[in-house]
């Protein structure tokens, strides 16, 4: 009975800290969301309008109205496209209407079209479909790992396999990055390692970082 009292108290913990990493992903989507609409769409929606004030000066030579009109087209344009990628990295349609593979697929391909950086990506297992809801999360922590190599790793070639390991659906990642020092990962809340624990924990997977400064860095998570 104390073995069972025991087993049944350990589950219950594990399902807390499964709801609290869920409740902590939403929140940091949430925080996320907001800095984009405020940083990005708003300010160019501000833009627009302080030049949509300025047509309203009376007797304004044409050679300003033209400027100013060139002005609010130009940066109508750039809050559409903002708010196009914005959509995008809410829900890539391709991943809504043709899984994680090709989701995985269509980003790779996105960020080595711009050149400064080589993806490797290769797939060894198939997705069911029926699962797309749960690869979601599988999608976005690779997105992070990506941002994470890019913005803070300096990295120049990524490696991002998928296969199965021990019996278990598995991504190997690594990077040629500058690396970073393991204590990172609980204090440095830029590299985002805690979202991507986070929703490794919603997957019920586990998660193995490696990392030296200057050598790189390695992850392995399953789910």
């Known amino acids: ?109 996105d960020l080595n079209r711009n050149g400064s950086i080589t993806i490797q990506y290769e797939n060894k297992l198939k997705f069911d479909f029926k699962e797309n809801e749960s690869h979601i999360h599988v999608f976005r922590i690779l997105q992070d790992l990506l941002d994470n190599s890019m913005k803070h790793g300096n990295a120049t070639t990524i490696s991002v396999l998928f296969d199965e390991i021990k019996g278990k659906r598995s991504c190997l990642y690594s990077d040629n990055g500058i690396g970073f020092d393991l204590k990172q990962i609980e204090s440095h809340k830029g590299l985002g390692m805690k979202n991507i624990m986070s929703r490794v924990a919603i997957l019920g997977g586990n998660l193995s970082v490696e990392s030296q400064l200057s050598l790189g860095t390695s992850v392995i998570f399953n789910f």
């Open 1 to 109: 009975m104390e073995k069972k009292l025991e087993f049944n108290n350990l589950d219950v913990f594990f399902r807390k800290n499964q709801l609290a990493a869920v409740i902590r992903t939403l929140e940091l989507e949430r925080k996320r969301i907001a800095q984009d609409l405020h940083d990005d769409i708003s300010s160019k929606l501000n833009v627009i309008s302080l030049n949509c004030h300025l047509l309203k000066i009376p007797n304004l030579p044409q050679k300003d109205i033209e400027e100013i009109t060139k002005n609010i087209i130009e940066y109508t344009s750039k809050a559409l496209e903002s708010s196009r990628k914005m959509t995008y990295n809410l829900l890539p349609p391709v991943l809504d209407k043709f899984g994680l593979h090709a989701g995985i697929e269509e980003l790779c391909d």
